[in-house]
């Protein structure tokens, strides 16, 4: 696979049916190692090793609704209060970051209503924070860390 923009993790590799598989920390379980799994499994590794998000706030691929259309989100942080702090938007390395999909997450957060956003496609990472008051995000050069 190709190098990204991360630290170097270490990771669980496996050969089922001629498909190579990443073990997922989160979902502890083994998944196809496609190009955008790659980036979400580095991207998870460096918001619990580099930023420190404990595991147990952080949910991976789960359904949500916008606007009458099922969707997936790839990363969630919660908050303890079970709010949302942050929403990740992994996309292949071949895939260019555009303004369409900083929209698309966008979208996503009018329904999950989070601080932080997160694009990256393991090669380029952009951060926001949401300004719900103006109802815009703001860009920052990096995620904090994760504050107990």
Known sequence: MQRLNFPTYSFRFKNSENKPSIFDVIRKKFVVLQPEEWVRQHCIHYLIEKKHYPKSLINVEKELR??????????????????????????????????????????????????????????????????FEHECYNFLRELPEYNT
């Not at 709010?83 to 970051?97: G, H, N, T």
């Open 66 to 131: 916008v606007n009458g259309l099922k969707k997936r989100y790839d990363i969630v942080i919660f908050n303890t209060d079970g709010s949302i702090f942050l929403v990740v938007e992994c996309k292949a390395p071949k895939i260019k970051i555009t303004q369409e999909t900083f929209d698309q997450i966008a979208r996503y957060n009018m329904a999950l209503n989070a601080t932080y956003l997160m694009v990256t496609n393991g090669l380029n990472h952009y951060y926001c924070q949401m300004d």
